[in-house]
């Protein structure tokens, strides 16, 4: 039998009372959000493994509702930006003022917060959705050559209405690939949709009871990226990504055929990072092939370039995909 370190033991305790402590969390977030348990999980799994997360969907599906009740679950600060087409970057980062000294002080914009909502991020132009680059990457922002640190955990939930919509503008491949999951929001079923009119059209008021502390999530992160992979693991999700560069000796001939561009390294880390968590989640200490493989849609989705001929064919990113995986 393999000994075991007092501080793996730790570890492990840790991480089982911390998932014992997600499923409280999603009950939680149940009082709120009817249905949509898999888009919670996804958004949950991207936030304990120090990412983002864009929501695609249309109007009325509950995307600003869903992180404001995460925010409360998670007890974290929150900031929600309107985008629109006259927002500016600094409208986002903050400004430097004179005070009432002459002196140039700066003022934190709404960036400053533990979870930031990027409400309908397409409605700005990429001048301003760029103002969210350095913020999600490096966890601060400069201003006039100083770099204000931003408070962890952080992180950036984007919605974006349908890019076929009147008054939008495409997400820059460069803004894409810093999130970690795209995730697309389905209609509810018609259960749900009634159990969603019992909730709302009444004067009832449900309270979200604050379930993890800062540091919990911290810790939660820490573990996350602590968890052993096996090598045919890593070399999987490897695999898998090579498969959709369609300028390499790797490609698949589906990803010939039907895309113009693949994946860059970013989705082989959030590929691992996703089945880490998802694994933790489900209990398990190490990740497997199956958990890259229900990660998989949510990381290359965004990162993939349908061609025309695909698009001609509707044939979609996510079957496209899931091809890729079931060769």
Not at 190 to 208: A, Q
Not at 254 to 262: D, E, H, P
Not at 293 to 307: D, M
Request: net charge negative.
């Amino acid at each position: 039998m393999e000994l075991v370190s007092n501080e793996q033991l730790s570890d492990v305790k840790q991480l089982d009372i911390l998932t014992q402590k997600t499923k409280l969390l999603k009950q939680e977030i149940g009082k709120i959000i009817i249905g949509q348990e898999d888009i919670v999980e996804q958004v949950l799994i991207s936030i304990f493994s120090k990412g983002h997360c864009l929501l695609v969907g249309v109007p009325g599906l509950a995307k600003t509702l869903l992180v404001n009740t995460i925010a409360q679950a998670l007890g974290l600060t929150y900031n929600r930006i309107q985008f629109t087409p006259d927002l500016m970057p600094s409208d986002i980062t903050g400004n430097e003022v004179l005070d009432e000294n002459r002196k140039f002080k700066f003022i934190k914009g709404p960036i400053f917060a533990n979870i930031i909502l990027a409400d309908e991020i397409n409605r700005t132009p990429p001048k301003t959705q760029a103002a969210l680059l350095e913020a999600m990457q490096e966890k601060s922002v400069t201003i006039s050559g100083v770099t204000n640190k931003l408070e962890e955990p952080f992180f950036v939930l984007a919605t974006q209405n349908p890019i076929e919509q009147e008054g939008t503008y495409p997400l820059p491949e460069a803004q894409l690939d810093r999130f970690m999951f795209m995730l697309w929001l389905d209609y509810p079923s018609f259960e749900e949709e009634v159990n969603i009119l019992k909730s709302t059209t009444t004067g009832k008021i449900t309270e979200v009871n604050s379930v993890f502390s800062k540091e919990e999530i911290l810790t939660m992160q820490d573990l996350v990226r602590k968890l052993p992979v096996a090598d045919n693991v890593y070399e999987y999700a490897v695999k898998l990504v090579e498969k959709t560069r369609v300028s390499t000796s790797k490609a698949h001939p589906i990803a010939q055929k039907y895309l113009s561009w693949g994946a860059g390294p970013r989705a082989s880390q959030n590929l691992i990072l996703g089945a880490k968590c998802y694994a933790a989640l489900k209990g398990k200490y190490s990740p497997d092939i199956e958990d890259v493989k229900a990660v998989a849609i949510s990381v290359l989705r965004h990162r993939i370039v349908q061609n025309y001929s695909a698009q001609a064919e509707g044939y979609t990113t996510e079957k496209i995909i899931i091809d890729l995986i079931n060769s």
